[in-house]
């Protein structure tokens, strides 16, 4: 017997069974909270694959709500006009007899697999009488089941109104999800709740989700730990010093950069471009801290030392980095990655870095919100089979210890003496299961130079680059 769809990534993969046939499935919240859209999204995605629907409206116009949903990615008239779609107003001034009568003779000939009523409290509100109230009551519980489909049952909670009174639609729904908001550090965030799913295991009870423009619902579904593969592709290093101290490293992995809070060394966050361009993968910035323009500026400057025109320089850097920016007090955390994981995809990036990774945890003060987001971002990316890198500056003793222990190579940077007024470091690195090295500032200055030649080699006009290969096929990959 196979389910219906709720159409959102993640929730889908986590509950494959939730919305089965037969099933009442009740969807309750405030106003704002999404109600309307996640009914529409399940009717629209289902819909696709040839479930017919009929939405039963009492509150908005189609018109409304054809234009809404447009805007986050459902052409509903389209698939009105194939016949997959259906769209009632509910007639509230008659009497109910003949309101389930009409509804019924839409059903009969229409035939759909799934029923969206929204919502059910507009629709008692016009009728006084306790006993026509169970008369259309007991009509919709027992509809999916005739369909075998599903019947969406949309309640509006009021405003303030904390608790979910459903009476007796509690009792006899089979799925319940409340939609609800929640305000962290002043910011909004969507949870919804699934507070019961007969059929379905349930572990994850409260998902965040965003209404994103063009996208509609993204939930922020934490990943099944068993579906991440240990160790993907293994990725070259830019230079000789990081790889005779971490031999190599994987798709998948988490380096952490730390540098004190006083001191930001030029070289740090560029390095990134080397294992771009050593790999040819596409890398993300997300920087917490600085804007494109100037973390731009910033590998132009760590890269002057190669001697080429600023131009080549952009142009190299543009090729392989997309540089992008993100105020993390601007988001609450599940919204940020869910942000962030969306630029990832967008960009189609393989390498991703995070700078300024002190700056969300100080937002959050490091709540258990933040590091269960942290955590499923991270695993999410990984899943992925993204190279991970996040660069921070040291607060503390207890954000340094988490960031590491999070990591799978550790790179510190600290201070040593200063000439000529140039300030120089060493650098503390480890590598999980492997012995801890100190790099000296010469090691890892030459590790630039040694990028140089790459983007030398990378600037070459492409007819040159492709010279040695011709007359032989031996310089394949190796
Ligand atoms: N194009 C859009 N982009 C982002 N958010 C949107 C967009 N359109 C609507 N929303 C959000 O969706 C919410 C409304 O959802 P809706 O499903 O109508 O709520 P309900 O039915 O529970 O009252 C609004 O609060 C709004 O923030
Ligand atoms: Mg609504």
Redesign the pocket.
Known sequence: MSSFIVGVKGIDELLPSLLYPGSLVV?A????????????SICYKNALSGNRCLYLSLQ?SKKKLFR?MK??GMDFEELENKGLYRFLRMPITKRVEEVVELISKTIAEYAPKIVVV??MNALMQFISNSEKRALIQNYFYSLPEMLDGIVIL?V?LPFGEEKIDLGSIEFVADVILA?K?RIERGL?TRVMEIRKARGAPVVIAEIPF?????KGIIAYVPPILAEITRGGAELKLPCSALGRVLDHIHRGHVIYMEHPSSFRPLESVPLLLGIALKNDLKALIVSYRYPPETQLNLFIRAYSICGYSREDLRKIIEKYVVFKALNPFGYSSAEGVAEEIKLVEEYNADIVMFHGVELPAIADRISPNYLASLYNQMNTLKKMGKLIIRVGSYVNYEMSNLFSALADVVMKFIPTETSEGEQKYRVYIWRRGRNPYLLRYEDFQGCLKEICEIIKEKLKPQKQRLQPTVGGDCYGSV
């Open positions: 969807v919240g405030h106003p704002g909270s999404g109600k309307t859209t996640l009914a529409s908005e809404v805007n986050l929204d919502s949309i509006e939609l908001h909004l965003t209404i994103s423009q063009d």
